[in-house]
């Protein structure tokens, strides 16, 4: 009996100190905002399926000034579409974790590599454009876009995790996001804004005298000012998302596309998760558990904002029964291109006038 409860106590202490010593984490309350609801469509049951079986995951989507399609999968390859929709493995970089993905004017394209930085593809192979900022390494970079002046706008989701450890950064729901700015001429890399809740997708607005940049774990998405008197100012170009916000591409009309991420712990139980700092620290030690506290896998959802911060149009699928976890959704000849970290496909829906 004595050994028992020797045993008992021996093992407790074990489970305590795990979950609370050697924690991953050190969670903060985290307060979702309110979110509107949108009505449910199902429109992401009808796309057509494209390069179904060959691309793993593609996270972001890109069209380069010729009209060929791009995508990084999780198995490292560029892939592209040709006019006549054929695809082809362009080019192979040893990572798991390449994300956004922007085509240059001077026709390369530009990757996040969540490990390596900031990545130029081109003909002439693969370079590092940018690993460290203010002398700390890049991690987690996540989206990137090309501005007219050859400067690479790029997000960093987190300072401390990884993408393979995304959730436990919204699990701790600490704000150490930050938006890079990349100049071709200086190849210096200096940090524009800092303490984002996630940062992810980047887009210029058509005159590129502002860009946004979307924080998931705010349900909001920010516009950061870059030209005349406003320039360097930061205000909110929509909360209160449905979702978390992960990438935004610009549409051909000047508004824009984002796709959002639902972001719930086995539907429903998430505001005892996130209210308790506890049960954040255990979810925090078994990173595969925690994976769950995000409901991303369970459905997708895209929405269109105007240039005025207004939804014009969402397409989602409440089941996920077609979609889900659709990442990204670029707008091209009529069409929407879906990304997803949970589907081996590209997902094309025809356009309607709103
Ligand atoms: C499609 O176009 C690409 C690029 O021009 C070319 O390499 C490829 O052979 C073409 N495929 C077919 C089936 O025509
Ligand atoms: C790039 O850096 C150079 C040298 O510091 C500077 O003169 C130039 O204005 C910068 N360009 C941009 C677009 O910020
Ligand atoms: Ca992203």
Redesign the pocket.
């Known amino acids: 009996m004595r050994t028992c409860s020797g045993i008992l106590i021996v093992s407790a202490l074990a489970i305590a100190i795990q979950v609370f010593v050697l924690l991953p984490i050190s969670p903060d309350l985290l307060h979702l905002p309110p979110t509107s609801s949108i009505p449910s469509n199902s429109k992401l049951q009808e796309v057509n399926k494209l390069g179904e079986g060959i691309l793993k995951k593609p996270e972001a989507i890109a069209v380069d000034e010729m009209g060929v399609l791009y995508t990084a999968t999780r198995d490292g390859w560029i892939i592209r579409l040709h006019r006549n929709g054929s695809w082809e493995n362009w080019r192979h970089i040893e990572s798991d974790s390449l994300l956004g993905i922007t085509a240059t004017t001077a026709g390369d394209l530009v990757v996040c590599d969540a490990e390596k930085g900031l990545l130029k593809v081109g003909e002439d192979g693969v370079t590092v454009l940018a690993s460290h900022v203010n002398g700390a390494k890049i991690s987690f970079a996540d989206d990137v876009i090309e ?1 007219a ?3 690479l706008f790029f997000s960093i989701a987190s300072t401390k995790f990884g993408f393979h450890n995304w959730h436990l950064a919204l699990l701790e729901g600490k704000s150490n996001g930050q938006l890079l ?1 990349y ?4 190849k ?1 890399t200096s940090i524009l804004l800092d303490n984002l809740g996630f940062a992810n997708g980047v887009a210029l607005s058509t005159d590129q005298d502002y860009l946004i940049i979307c924080e998931t774990m705010k349900f909001r998405c920010l516009k950061h000012w870059l030209k005349e008197e406003k320039k360097g100012q930061t205000e909110v170009f929509i909360d209160n998302l449905p979702g978390g916000p992960d990438n935004i591409n610009l549409a051909p009309d000047g508004s824009f596309w984002i796709a959002v991420l639902d972001i719930e712990l086995f539907p429903k139980t998430l505001e005892f998760v996130h209210r308790s700092r506890a049960i954040k620290h255990f979810f925090g030690c078994f990173p595969k558990l925690s994976k769950w506290t995000v409901g991303a896998y369970n459905k997708a959802m895209v929405i269109n904002v105007a240039s005025d911060g207004k939804i014009v149009r969402s397409f989602d699928d409440p089941t996920g029964k077609v979609m889900s976890f659709v990442t990204s959704a670029l707008e091209f000849e009529n069409h929407l291109y879906l990304g997803s970290l949970n589907c081996d496909f590209i997902g094309k829906l025809q356009l309607t006038t709103p």
């Not at 100049?183 to 200086?186: D, F, L």
């Open positions: 501005s002046d050859g400067s700015k100049n071709s001429s200086s210096e």
